[in-house]
């Protein structure tokens, strides 16, 4: 069965999308791989790999492909919150969200999916989340503002009971900790903020939106694309599109599904 449903908003684009089998077989070898790698390089980061000045830069190496995998972990997840990582089965992708998630940093899912579909019914206007209306084109306050809305009292005591055994029980020396476990998962904060959030809903003069989305995407070629955020940089064909899993995601902007955007290097309309 093949789908080519669209959100309001958009110019009808012809897009059609794998039958659900197909979609839900990719999502999940692709879930596989992604989490796969991410889990297995931080058990061996943590319980295998002996940190020491010999071997930094290629701890670093490790860290910044973790940093990398951390990202395509949420973008799996998000597209559990859309039902688009197992159609034919969504429960099947929530389960899996509802563990990468509780895994990353302590993270609940039904409170992450409330507020991604919040995002989506409002972007880029008050009571959006992921927006700071006070700070709409100030990417330092808006982080600090994404971060402590989302960071809360719940992955505090996760992460720091995930520290906690690491450092006093299993006797992985702090630095290791810090650099392996503490910073992909800040970095990553950071990459799918700039790259998921900040660059396509901020209001910066002279790059305004094409439609009430309140969304532009860029103007990357595929490979550069899947290494900034696995192509949520695609991002108002994502949101004309929310059907549309994060694989797909260049054949909808080939599609033209992003039709008159006005890409980050040159928009069409102001921001108002």
Known sequence: MLSSSVSPGMTQQPLLLPSQ?????????????????????????????ELSWQNL????????????????????????????????????????ATVLLFLYAGFGWKDLREAHHTHHRLAGHAG?????????????????TFFKRYFGLQSFLFVHLVVAVYWLVIGI??????????????????QLFYFGTYRPHAHIAGKGFADDH????????TLISLATCFHFGYHLEHHRRPDV???????????????GIGDTAGETRGSA
């Open 245 to 259: 899993p994060w694989w797909a995601l260049p054949v909808a902007r080939k599609a033209g599904v992003g039709a």
């Open 21 to 49: 089998a197909v979609q839900g077989t990719v999502g999940l070898l692709l879930a596989i791989l992604i989490a796969g790698g991410w889990l297995g390089i931080h058990a061996f980061a943590m319980f295998v790999f």
């Open 128 to 144: 959006d989340p992921d927006f700071d209306e006070h700070n709409p084109d100030n990417f330092a306050a808006w982080y600090v």
């Open 57 to 96: 830069p290629f701890a670093i190496a490790i860290a910044l492909l973790q940093c990398w995998l951390s990202v395509g972990v949420f973008i799996v997840c998000h597209d559990a919150m859309h039902g688009t990582l197992v159609p034919s089965n969504p429960k099947l992708g929530e389960g899996i």
């Open 214 to 221: 309140n969304a532009r995407s860029e103007r990357f070629g």
């Open 173 to 190: 020396p702090m630095v290791q900790i810090v650099l392996l476990y503490g910073a992909p998962a800040l970095l990553s904060s950071l």
